[in-house]
């Protein structure tokens, strides 16, 4: 197990978070095996006369699933399209977490993290944006983009992610023939891995608390309850989720339609999490002359929605420095998700909004 070059150690992957919010209302690459450890006989519990330690479950780091051993590879984040002239998308069901953020114009960008299942593709990739560093430095993994103003750049550099960038000319993107630019750029996540500089946490520390399983989540609900959430980041981008008690996920929509996959499936989580952020703009511009938002997350605080197994919470959420991750809390309590994929809603107080219950 190799740690970052910031003194970050691995977290225990036995581990877990959540959150809630307030309202009203496929492919794989094979794992590495497991590392082993001979412990004398003689420094044992049982040799003590004392009682064996229960068993810990060996779960993925970043959705809490058991597995049989976790992958020796860094966390690996890509920056995917969401503008209607983007969709279906390639790649994005495979996430482990997805974060939806407002980007200029109202539009939304995804900042999808993959490390139990990696996909052959994802499409179509785009650049980054000034929050993504605050999103992805707690990883100390790898972030992969098509390319970003330098200042931009430059504070994913500094935050400890190891970028891979199309502009500068990095193996792992090509253009799809079959769409126009920029909406193109496919990207091969197993090429960005082998990438990997040496210098990454690997694997990836947990970023949130899971359960042991679905039932004891803390936004658990009736399972067999018909429950939907709307989110409305701005005018322009509405995301929908109707609880499914058959697949045990939160389908996705945009806006009345499903939001889809290249792959035919339906976008879908286990947990849905939005947090209420402060958006501002910063003195940078796109091409077209927009300003370029900035959602703030270090040192921020504010109120949240979380949900799991057909029921939600409200909740809060925290961040403190940059590389810290974001805590959720439950009546004062740590929230724990269900075991599986998470997606954050990052909703700005200003113009944007969520509500749940029952379907209207």
Not at 36 to 50: C, E, N, R
Not at 107 to 114: G, H, K, P, T
Not at 229 to 234: A, K
Request: hydrophobic content about 40%; aromatic content about 4%.
């Amino acid at each position: 197990m190799r740690h970052g070059a910031h003194g970050r150690t691995t977290a225990a992957v036995a581990g877990l978070l959540a959150v809630s919010a307030g309202l009203v209302g496929c492919t794989g690459g094979e794992p590495a095996p497991a590392p082993t450890t001979t412990v004398a006989a003689s420094t044992g519990p049982v040799a003590k006369g004392l009682p064996p330690e229960p068993d810990v479950a060996t779960v993925w780091p970043l959705t809490g699933v058991e597995t049989d051993t976790v992958a020796d590879r860094p966390a690996l984040g890509v920056k995917i399209e969401n503008s209607p002239q983007a969709r279906p998308q390639a790649g994005l069901e495979d996430a482990d977490l997805v974060w939806e953020e407002v980007v200029e114009g109202g539009i939304s960008r995804f900042l999808a993290v993959y490390h139990s299942t990696i996909p052959e593709v994802v499409e179509p990739v785009r650049s980054v944006r000034p929050m993504d560093p605050a999103i992805v430095a707690p990883l100390d993994g790898i972030l992969a983009y098509s390319g970003a103003q330098p200042p931009f750049i430059a504070d994913v550099r500094d935050s400890g992610t190891q970028s891979v960038i199309m502009d500068a000319g990095d193996p792992g993107f090509r253009r799809d023939p079959a769409r126009p630019a920029p909406h193109d750029v496919i990207g091969d996540p197993g090429t960005f891995l082998a990438q990997d500089d040496g210098q990454r946490t690997t694997p990836p520390p947990q970023l949130f608390r899971y359960a042991a399983e679905a039932s004891r989540a803390t936004a658990a609900g009736d399972a067999s309850s018909s429950v939907e959430i709307d989110v409305r980041l701005s005018p322009a981008q509405r995301s929908h989720w109707a609880w499914d008690a058959g697949s045990g996920t939160w389908l996705r929509s945009e806006g009345s339609s499903p939001s889809m996959s290249t792959s035919g499936v339906q976008h879908a989580a286990t947990n849905v999490v939005a947090l209420r952020v402060e958006v501002v703009d910063t003195p940078y511009r796109d091409a077209s002359g927009a300003a370029v938002p900035e959602t703030r997350l270090v040192d921020s605080e504010g109120v949240a929605l979380v949900a799991s197994a057909g029921g939600y919470v409200a909740a809060e959420w925290s961040k403190g420095a940059l590389s810290d991750p974001i805590e959720l809390t439950h009546d004062g309590e740590p929230v724990e998700l269900a075991p599986g994929s998470t997606w954050i809603e990052l909703v700005p107080r200003d113009g944007g909004s969520w509500t749940a219950g029952p379907p209207q």
